[in-house]
């Protein structure tokens, strides 16, 4: 007689439905109501027209102050809404330089670290796994990324080029380590925060002469020039494992 308790046991794996889809499918359905219907309100003119009443609040409640434009900000990264310049302006505007920044770059951590793991769960996750089990060039190609993943990191978010939720969304659909997307977005955003926290330092007197603050400084050559210079830094080691792959192959 056969002991039915010894008997194999098969585990069903279950299958992943739309439920980890559903925080990247919000991010993407509340990026798209908010560029319709906010466009017009995370703007200057908007900032200019309440410079008064948010100067008195920071001057009555600055904590309170701090954690309402913290919780925006991340909000604004998060489901990548327009205004994330005017979010960054407005630190400097607010806190000054070195508050500003602070909280600028703590802000957009959060925001791109929540939007990386809406997206790791959902789509992520399934192209990691298709990745891992790929030959060729993708296995080629993956290979490559582990090997200068905190390079590439750092390479995405000092070129100014490379749109942000651009910077949030590919390092989370090619599998790479969470700590090290973390560490590289807060260290490498921070050059262009201070550029944009600077300008919002001056905005005052900017608003005070019926002006509008001029974003077009992040390309001036003495402040692009230092970035590209960073840029240069984070690809050398690309550069240098590249060059002695090849020696390597020659010999």
């Known amino acids: ?32 109501i908010g560029a319709v219907t906010l466009k017009d309100y995370l703007t200057f003119d908007t900032l200019r027209d309440n410079r008064e009443a948010l100067m008195a609040f920071r001057d009555q409640n600055y904590l309170g102050l ?7 900000y991340i909000v604004i990264v998060v489901f990548s809404l327009p205004g994330a310049a005017v979010a960054s302006v407005t630190g400097g505007f607010l806190f000054g330089l070195v508050t500003g920044t602070a909280f600028n770059v703590i802000s957009a951590t959060i925001g791109a670290a929540g939007i990386f793991l809406a997206a790791r769960w959902g789509l992520g996750a ?30 995405l978010r000092l070129v100014p080029a490379v749109p942000f939720f651009v910077a949030n969304l590919l390092p989370a659909l090619v599998g790479v380590k969470f700590r090290n997307f973390l560490w590289t977005t807060a260290v490498g955003i921070i050059p262009g925060g201070i550029v944009f926290t600077w300008i919002g330092v001056g905005l005052g007197e900017v608003f005070d002469r019926g002006e509008s603050p001029d974003l077009s ?35």
């Open 1 to 32: 007689m056969t002991d039915m308790s010894e008997a194999p046991k098969t585990e069903s794996q279950p299958k992943p439905g739309l439920a980890r889809h559903l925080p990247l499918i919000a991010v993407v359905a509340v990026a798209l």
């Open 66 to 72: 701090a954690a309402l434009f913290i919780g925006i």
């Open 126 to 155: 399934t192209l990691t796994a298709k990745m891992e089990s790929a030959e060729g060039r993708v296995q080629m190609l993956k290979q490559a990324l582990r090997q200068n993943e905190i390079e590439v990191l750092l390479l």
């Open 217 to 251: 400084l992040l390309w001036e050559p003495h402040v692009i020039g230092p970035i590209l210079g960073l840029c240069v830094l984070a690809a050398m080691p690309i550069i240098v494992k590249s060059i002695r792959g090849k020696k390597n192959k020659d010999v």
